[in-house]
């Protein structure tokens, strides 16, 4: 299964936060859409990602004068990407390699999508109900 299969599955909508924006609007931003990470995204492109775990480990470490602070200082700034075209399997591999939860999709070099280690799994269990379905139905007709 390809990125573009998730994506035309979940929808291709991502929530994007300014560099410049304060880490509480971050983080409304974040309740708002029920999401665990935002693209950061300025005049050129994308700049980052941000996700609740980088908020609660530099929360842990600045306390709370931190959340006045622009979402750029804390952001992931190489951000891990694929492509609509990637398989979901080398997806799932990069995920662990580079230890990310939260993927965003480039189409020659525009945002597309993102996809979640919960799209991924879901993606799974779905090709293996589908392979579980296909043996049981060869299985009954003898």
Same mark, same amino acid.
């Not at 959340?67 to 200082?73: C, G």
């Given at each position: ?33 029920? =999401?665990?990470?935002?693209? +950061?995204?300025?005049? /050129?492109?994308?700049? #980052? %990602? *941000? &996700?609740?775990? @980088? !908020? $609660? ?42 230890? =990310?939860?939260?993927?965003? +999709?480039?189409?020659? /070099?525009?945002?597309? #999508? %993102? *996809? &979640?280690?919960? @799209? !991924? $799994? ?21």
């Amino acid at each position: 299964m390809r990125i573009a299969d998730v994506l035309r599955s979940k929808g291709n909508w991502v929530a994007t936060v300014r560099p410049e924006a304060s880490i509480t609007d971050l983080l409304a931003g974040l309740a708002e859409h029920n =999401v665990g990470a935002m693209v +950061v995204a300025g005049e /050129g492109g994308i700049e #980052g %990602i *941000v &996700s609740e775990r @980088d !908020v $609660v480990r530099q929360l842990h470490e600045h306390g709370p004068a931190l959340l006045e602070r622009p979402v750029s200082e804390i952001m992931t700034r190489v951000v891990a990407t694929c492509t609509p075209r990637d398989s979901v399997d080398d997806l799932s591999v990069l995920m662990t390699q580079r230890r =990310v939860r939260h993927v965003p +999709v480039l189409e020659d /070099g525009r945002l597309a #999508g %993102i *996809v &979640s280690i919960g @799209d !991924v $799994v879901k993606t799974r269990m779905e090709e293996l109900e589908a392979t579980q379905q296909q043996l049981a139905a060869y299985i009954a007709q003898g």
